[in-house]
């Protein structure tokens, strides 16, 4: 499933193959994704210039000088990516528009868990009624040690599933909310009632590092983004603890224990983490 540094990543690749351009020549498989495609919204973000991509949550957010936002979701399996002009259509595309290059934009979605939508971006009433279960962001400056330390207050849950609320904060899944851990030295299972100010604060700090490095690797690839683009899955990153049950913490050389937290498979070093 992709995750926010895969979708920040998506955002940036997709930046200079869009800004100033204009869609046209919409087309839709005609096939349902998460939700009906709303195809005559869809129809008319044409004939406006784009003027920002930007990422909120897990969304990519395509700015029109109109005021038009136009939003996706990746879902378990979408991807959306720029393609050259007359690229073949392949099974699983299900949107397409052409820019002004001549190059392509698609989504392609194998398992139609994505999702597009259009807002009036000048009706902050909608777009907030949009966004409204989407919590911090956690590259923001207001992702604190203090917001989660409030956030917790009157919860009896452990940290990971807590970090993995999007409602208290976006874009942190068992991936990266295991490895966060990890570099922050707390147990996933731990109480949030348990945890110290400067647990939070090395928290903070952690998730900011892992989601950070996960998108420079993501990065790295972008100069190839129209390659990049018609592949998914994760980024070649190197894990410390994720899928490693058995294996010797790179740290202390201790063995990466496995539990289930909230039916969701959780890695930890019983050495490093507290
Ligand atoms: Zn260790």
């Given amino acids: 499933m992709p995750e926010l540094p895969e979708v920040e990543v998506t955002c940036m690749g997709l930046t200079p193959h869009l800004i100033g351009q204009k869609l046209s020549h919409f087309w839709s498989s005609g096939k349902p994704l998460r939700q009906p495609v709303p195809v005559n919204a869809l129809l008319h973000v044409s ?19 109109s005021g038009k936002l136009l939003i996706f979701h990746l879902g378990m399996t979408g991807n959306l990516g720029i393609f050259a002009p007359n690229t073949p259509r392949r ?25 597009v939508a259009v807002l009036n971006g000048n009706n902050k009433q909608e777009v907030e009624l949009f966004f409204a279960t989407s919590g911090m962001e956690p590259l923001s400056s207001d992702f604190t040690a203090d917001y989660l330390q409030h956030a917790a207050k009157r919860r009896s849950i452990a940290v990971k599933p807590f970090l993995m609320t999007s409602q208290i904060v976006v874009g942190i899944g068992n991936i990266y909310a295991s ?32 989601l950070r490095h996960a998108i420079a690797c993501g990065g790295s690839t972008i100069s190839d983004f129209r390659n990049a683009s018609q592949k998914s899955g994760y980024f070649q990153i190197s894990f410390h603890v994720y899928g490693k049950a058995g294996i010797p913490c790179s740290e202390c050389g201790a063995t990466i224990k496995k539990l289930t937290l909230s039916g969701r498979s959780s890695f930890f070093c019983p050495h490093c983490q507290h």
């Fill in 47 to 65: 004939n406006s210039s784009i003027l920002a991509v930007k990422r909120r949550a897990k969304y990519i957010l395509i700015e029109f000088q």
């Fill in 179 to 210: 490895e966060s851990l990890f570099h922050a030295g707390i147990r996933p299972d731990k109480s949030v009632q348990l945890l110290q100010e400067r647990e939070w604060q090395r928290l903070v700090e952690a998730v900011q590092k892992v």
């Fill in 91 to 115: 099974k699983h595309d299900h949107l397409e528009w052409q820019l002004e290059s001549g190059s392509l934009l698609r989504f392609h979605d194998p398992r139609r868990f994505g999702l």
